[in-house]
Each structure stands twice: as structure tokens, then as C-alpha cells.
């Protein structure tokens, strides 16, 4: 979801500096927004086109533009540590979030990756998100609203679950899923209800921020009837360049957590006795247990 065309009356803007430090605010007729570098009016922006150079009061040039959603996931407001961009895209491409998807998610957190399981979906898809703390679905709640807000609409196909995940019955009454994302400290307390209500052949994904999570839950999922189980964590390092002069940045995003993806077999009745089932839980190591090793 995006706007294309002039920047409008209540519309968010990106504002970067010279410095490269970005302010993110919303735009309304006879406003200023005010940094170190002077106030930048509002009216200097509205009915202007993206990319523009904009004077503060006090002659600072700064750049603006609408932003991304991983611009607003880094700037919103935050109740719960959010899933950061680089580890967005790999969940939404190895969970294999796809248009018209049914995606069940836990828990929101601060809901950015809540907002991009939305984006994923698309219209003719839902997402219904389990959060347990009540401060976390209040915050998730006004991050969501918020960025539809600027475009004038509603995410409609999205239901925020004040809620326990872990409690299968209620989560089966809202039927069956395509994919389920769990972002908890213990997502093998959640395997009975991604039992009850995940499609087979449906994807499994768990993001956890440290080592000893990640072998309990690869092992749960081993014993509950998941097959190409796949952990692993992503490194981003950006580049400086420069006419002659290419080398990488100091800084280096590491280790935000790991994603952890695995598909659900088919019910032991489906599989003829129930070896492939068997095979896939660890029982006898099969090619399919875990992803090829190459």
C-alpha cells in the first residue's frame, strides 16, 4: 500500500538530514516540525513531489520523501522489540507468504512484522495475530492503524486476538491456516495448536533470538510431524562507496535472531503405516528430516 503523486495534507514524510539522520513525521497545513537544524514548515512540503529539497529556518537543505515500510518499522512506536527489516524478508520468503494466504501469527509485539505479513496477503488474504501482554496488542493496535491511517483506509482482513496461542480450542475457531509465524520465547508450547489448525504441507516458522530456543524447538518440531526443517540467521553489512574509494561500514547488523522454517507432514492415516511421519520426527534419519545439506 502506497500513494503515488504530490505529497498530501496527512500524509507521513521521511526528512533526511546531511548527516543522513531521518525524522519521520505527518504532514499538516500551517505546521512545523522542529529539529536542531531550524523548522521545516510543512506547507514547504505539501503538494510537492517525493524527492524534494526542502530549507530549514536555518538554511539546512534536507531531502524528503514518503516512506517505506521498513522506514516506518524502524521509527514507530515500540511497546515489544520489532522484527527488523532484514529479517522480514527472509521470513515473508522462506515461510513463503503468498497472496490470499491464511496467516496466523503470535505474538504481535510491536506489529511490524504484523504490518508485513498484511502487505504479503494482500486483500484477498487475512492475518489473525495472537498477542498475550495487553500493553503489546494496545501498542501493535495503534501501529497498524497508524500506518493505514495515512492512506485513508482500515486493515479489514486483519483480526489483533488479546489471547493465548497456546490455547487450541480458541484458535481453531477461527479455522484453518495456511502458514503460521510464532514469535515466543517457548513456540513448542504452541505445536498442539499449529496441529489443530495448520494446513499439511503448511509452513511453520519461528523466530528466536537465541541458541537453546532453537534446539528445543527444532527438536519439537522433529517429534510433532514437521519435515525440512531449516534454521538459520541473516547478516547485513552496508558498503561505502565513493569514487575509488569501496569499503564496508564499521557497522555490521548481525545477529538479530533466528528463523527457523519446517513443513507440516501429512496425519500418520494419509502417509499408508506412518513411516514417512516416523522418519521426520528423528526416529530414522531420512533424506526429507532436515533440508540437504549441500
Not at 21 to 34: I, Q
Not at 95 to 102: H, L, N, S, T
Not at 169 to 183: E, K, N, Q
Amino acid at each position: 500500500m502506497t500513494e503515488r503523486g504530490p505529497l498530501k495534507d496527512g500524509e507521513r514524510v521521511l526528512v533526511i538530514d546531511s548527516r543522513a539522520r531521518r525524522y519521520l513525521m505527518t504532514l499538516k497545513p500551517g505546521g512545523e516540525f522542529h529539529t536542531h537544524l531550524g523548522a521545516l514548515r510543512h506547507d514547504d512540503l505539501i503538494g510537492r513531489s517525493e524527492g524534494t529539497v526542502v530549507t530549514a529556518s536555518r538554511g539546512s537543505k534536507l531531502l524528503a520523501f514518503r516512506p517505506t515500510l521498513a522506514d516506518f518499522v524502524l521509527k514507530m512506536q515500540r511497546g515489544a522489540q520489532v522484527v527488523y527489516p532484514k529479517d522480514l524478508g527472509l521470513i515473508l520468503v522462506y515461510a513463503d507468504i503468498f497472496p490470499g494466504a491464511r496467516v496466523l501469527e503470535a505474538g504481535a509485539g510491536s506489529g511490524s512484522l504484523t504490518l508485513t505479513l498484511l502487505r504479503a496477503v494482500g486483500a484477498d488474504g487475512s492475518v489473525v495475530s495472537y498477542e498475550l501482554r495487553d500493553d503489546h496488542h494496545r501498542q501493535a493496535t495503534a501501529n497498524v492503524e497508524a500506518w493505514y491511517r495515512a492512506f485513508g483506509a482500515k486493515a479489514d482482513n486483519l483480526e489483533i486476538v488479546l489471547g493465548d496461542v497456546f490455547n487450541a480450542p480458541s484458535v481453531a475457531a477461527h479455522g484453518t491456516f495456511d502458514r503460521i509465524i510464532l514469535d515466543l520465547p517457548e513456540p513448542w508450547q504452541a505445536l498442539e495448536t499449529a496441529a489443530r489448525v495448520l494446513v499439511s504441507g503448511g509452513v511453520l516458522c519461528c523466530y528466536l533470538p537465541t541458541v537453546p530456543q532453537v534446539m528445543r524447538a527444532v527438536e519439537a518440531m522433529r517429534a510433532g510431524g514437521y519435515a525440512l526443517i531449516n534454521t538459520f540467521e541473516a547478516l547485513i553489512r552496508t558498503w561505502n562507496v565513493s569514487g575509488q574509494s569501496v569499503r564496508p561500514d564499521h557497522r555490521m547488523v548481525a545477529h538479530t535472531g533466528f528463523i527457523i522454517t519446517a513443513r507440516k507432514l501429512a496425519p500418520a492415516e494419509e502417509s499408508g503405516d506412518g513411516s514417512e511421519r516416523s522418519a521426520a520426527a528423528g526416529n530414522v534419519k531420512m533424506p526429507w528430516s532436515e533440508r540437504a545439506r549441500e
